[in-house]
Structure formats: C-alpha cells, structure tokens
C-alpha cells in the first residue's frame, strides 16, 4: 500500500491546530501515567505508543499497537505490506487521527499529535513517496527543513530587523552544516529534481535533520536506491543518529539492511505487532518467521549487513 504525499501536504504540517496537553494539564481522555512498556525503563523514551488502534472503513490498520523507543535507539518497524507501517508514523506525524489510544513525544500525551507544532516538538520525518521540492535547489530543500522558524508570527513581525537576518544566517549556516555532513556540497545549487533518486533520497533526509530533530521518522528511506546507495544512506541514517543525536523510528523492507542498522525491531502484520525485540530475537522468532520473513532463520542470519 502507497499513501501519495504530495508536497503541499508537507506544507500542511505546518497547518493543523494544536491538541496536545501536557501530564500536568491532562484530563480523563489522556490519563497521567507513563505507558505501560516505559515503566521498567530508567530513562523517559523519546516515543511511546500506548494501544493505538485505526480503521479504515471497515479495514482496520492498526490494532492496539504499543511501542516504546528509548532515547538514542534506531528502531525499525518492518512487516508485509499492509502490514500499517506507514499509518503508524502518520499516526505518530499527526496525519492520521487514531480511533483509540495515545502517542507520547516524551512527556507530553496526544489523542492526535499537531502537526502544525510537528517541529517544535522536536520530531521530523521523510515520506515514503518522496517528497522534495523537485525545482528547488539542494540547498533551498534543506532550508525549507527550518521554514516552521521563519514562519513564526514572532519572525514575520521583525523581519528585515538585525535580529531576523542573525536567524536567516543562523538557518543558513544549519543548512551548510547538514549538506556537509550528508555530502551535497557538490550538488547543493543543482535543481533537486535532477539529482539521481538515492541522492534526492539524501536531500530529503537532510531537510529532515536540518533542524536537528529529537526524533526522526523514516519511511522506507532506501526504497527504490541502488545497493550502493542503499549501504551508503544506512551509514548516514547511523551518523544521523551518532552525530545528531536523534533518535530514529525507520521503516524499511530491506531485513539485510534493517538487521544490520537497527537496535531494536518492531513487526507489524496486518495491524498488529507481534513481535518487538532485538534482530537477533526477532530473526529467531517462529511467528515473525510464519508471518513476514517466510524463509528458515539460517538463511535470514546471513542476510545481515
Ligand atoms: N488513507 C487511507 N485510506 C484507506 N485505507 C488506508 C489508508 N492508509 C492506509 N490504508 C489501509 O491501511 C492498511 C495499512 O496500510 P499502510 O500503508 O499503513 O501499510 P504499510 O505497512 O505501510 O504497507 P507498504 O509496505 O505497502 O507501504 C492497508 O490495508 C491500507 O489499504
Ligand atoms: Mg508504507
């Protein structure tokens, strides 16, 4: 299943309105209480899901989904397709409302989380359909990832002032620092649409991490790259977490790719976790083998890069 993204929808996170509410000002409908999978863990995790559950018409998507990432992991979500990966990080993105359950970004709860203030809570994403501004520049896409700052009433009200062009420098010199580490120097004044797809895959990812987000949510970054595109923007997915300290939720079909990159691992299958552990529980796990990998556990240890 495919959720097209168009780049105007990208803009429109910038436009909902705002319903989360802190613990301290949580009512009957967002208890106060951390989710139940955080309880036994010491540090606060960056995201946690506590039974969410959406449908489609009569389809349901998710069913009850927990998920819990600690603060610093690469965790993959894999499963067939259908499975709800993608409905999970528009739920978790905001642009999907659940039927039931709750997302925590750190200590804040949301029935559906704003996507207008998508940023300022530190969480950033790429869309499984690329979605880039194809006749921007590279360093326009990257610049685009701090639009939500410039946007602002604060920003608009002073714009031209001393203190506005400091912030311009500011963003500008995030941008160069970004396009640096992802390697577009080369490329930063080329049209974005013209780049190879896996290099317009890197320009995503850095509009992404331009703003230096908490979280970072991946939708199958490495789908449709060369292998060597592939190996390449997994070590950058793995810098971003390193250098950047983001914490990442990835969602990828590659299980060479997703074993050899990921903390922990997440399965969906037809909307449903069953399974959440480390690669190595998760490549020994029957049901995982049953429902998604469908191949003996020998071959799938030697798929890992
Ligand atoms: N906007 C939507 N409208 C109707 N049904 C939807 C919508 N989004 C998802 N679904 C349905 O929800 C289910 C889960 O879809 P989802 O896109 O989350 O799966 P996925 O795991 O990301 O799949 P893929 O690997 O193909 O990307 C599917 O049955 C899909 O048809
Ligand atoms: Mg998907």
């Known amino acids: 299943m495919t959720v097209m993204v168009t780049n105007a929808e990208v803009l429109a996170l910038e436009a909902a309105p705002a319903q989360g509410k ?55 979500v894999i499963g067939p397709n259908g499975a709800g990966k993608s409905s999970l990080l528009n739920v978790i993105s905001g642009l ?20 207008a203030r998508l940023a300022a809570h530190g969480v950033a ?6 979605a880039i501004f194809k006749g921007l520049s590279v360093f326009d896409n990257v610049l685009m990832g701090l639009a939500h700052r410039v946007r602002s009433g604060f920003l608009r ?8 062009r400091r912030i311009d420098a500011e963003n500008r010199a995030a941008a160069e620092d970004v396009i640096g580490f992802l390697h577009l120097g080369e490329v930063r004044e080329r049209a974005a649409g013209t780049l190879p797809y896996g290099l317009q895959k890197r320009v995503e990812l850095a509009r992404a991490l331009v703003a230096r987000p908490t ?4 939708d199958e970054p490495f789908a449709g790259v060369t292998l060597s595109e592939k190996l390449e923007l997994s070590e950058h997915v793995r810098n971003a ?21 990921s903390d922990r691992i997440a399965v969906l299958d037809n ?6 552990g480390t690669p190595d529980e998760v490549r020994a796990d029957q049901a995982v083998i049953d429902a998604y990998l469908g191949v003996a556990h020998q071959d799938i240890t030697e798929l890992a890069v």
Request: proline residues 6%.
């Open 125 to 130: 994403r790429t869309f499984q359909n690329l």
């Open 215 to 218: 979280l970072l949510l991946l």
């Open 96 to 115: 999907y409302r659940p039927d039931r359950g709750e997302v925590w970004l750190g200590e804040r709860a949301f029935a559906q989380v704003p996507t």
């Open 22 to 76: 802190t613990r301290a000002t949580a009512t009957a409908d967002v208890p106060e209480r951390r989710p139940a999978q955080a309880a036994d863990r010491a540090a606060q995790p960056v995201l946690a899901l506590s039974q969410i559950a959406l449908t489609f018409g009569g389809v349901a998507a998710l069913r009850d989904v927990d998920l819990a990432v600690a603060p610093g992991e690469i965790r993959a």
């Open 241 to 261: 977490r390193d250098s950047y300290g983001a914490t990442i939720v990835l969602i990828e079909h590659d299980i060479g790719v997703v074993m050899g990159l």
């Open 271 to 276: 909307g449903s976790k069953i399974a959440d």
């Open 157 to 164: 009200q002073i714009i031209g002032s001393p203190l506005a």
